[in-house]
Structures are given as C-alpha cells and as structure tokens.
C-alpha cells in the first residue's frame, strides 16, 4: 500500500513560480517512478511530468522548459517546480504511481492508465 500527500499549492499571479511536493508512504516508495497529472475544471485529467527511479524526467509539451521535477529519496518526495505559470496551468494537480520504476508515457507525457496510487490533489490557481 501506498500512500501519496501532495502541497505547495495555493494563488498566484501569471508569471510566477510555485513548487509542488508529493511525499509518499511505504519503505519500497524510493523506487517507485512518480508522476503529477492535472485536471481543470470540466477538462479531463492530462500528464503534466514524471521523474523515475533513477531521475530521469518526462515532461508534456505544454510544461516542457518550464516545469522541472526532482526527487529526494531519502524524504521520499519528488517535486513538481514550476516557473513562468500561465492562467490555463490553473488545475487540482495529482500525483501517482504505478509502483513500476520506470514512468509509463507516450511523448514524453506522462499517461494516467494503469495508475494504481493517486494522492488527493493541491489546487493551483494562476490569476492572469
């Protein structure tokens, strides 16, 4: 069982910056790759980016040289930073794993089938 607790969100001004944390329960967790989905009001929920066991990234075209993730394996939390926000970034941002090492994505976007854990989402506004 795992258990994922996202932060860090909150309001902020178009242009601004906001880092995201999702910590994750259970002694196997570091291994885990993780991913951050996020869906806006009455739109589906989309791939925002993925970071696996080793560090490597993924990031959707649309967040693509602005948002950044990183990982901390011994606090068991990755990070979403995200820089240069835009109104459309406005969402309730989720994190999940499918407990593979490896994040399971199609163009580098991260796909949200097969996710077994989702945490409960932090809600991102950005004021245009």
């Known amino acids: 069982q795992v258990q994922l607790v996202e932060s860090g969100g909150g309001t902020v001004q178009s242009g601004e910056s906001l880092r995201l944390s999702c910590t994750a329960s259970?002694?196997?967790?570091?291994?885990?790759?993780i991913a951050w989905f996020r869906q806006a009001p009455g739109k589906e929920r989309e791939g925002v980016s993925c970071?696996?066991?080793?560090?490597?990234?993924y990031s959707a075209a649309s967040v693509k040289g602005r948002f950044t993730m990183s990982r901390d394996s011994a606090k068991n939390t990755v990070y979403l930073q995200m820089s240069r926000l835009k109104p459309e970034d406005t969402a309730v941002y989720y994190c999940?794993?499918?407990?593979?090492?490896?994040?399971?994505?199609?163009?580098?976007?991260?796909?949200?089938?097969?996710?077994?854990?989702w945490g409960k989402g932090t809600l991102v506004t950005v004021l245009s």
């Open positions: 999940a794993t499918d407990t593979h090492s490896e994040c399971s994505v199609v163009d580098s976007t991260p796909i949200p089938y097969g996710m077994a854990y």
């Open positions: 259970g002694s196997t967790s570091a291994y885990y790759a």
């Open positions: 970071i696996n066991k080793s560090g490597e990234t």
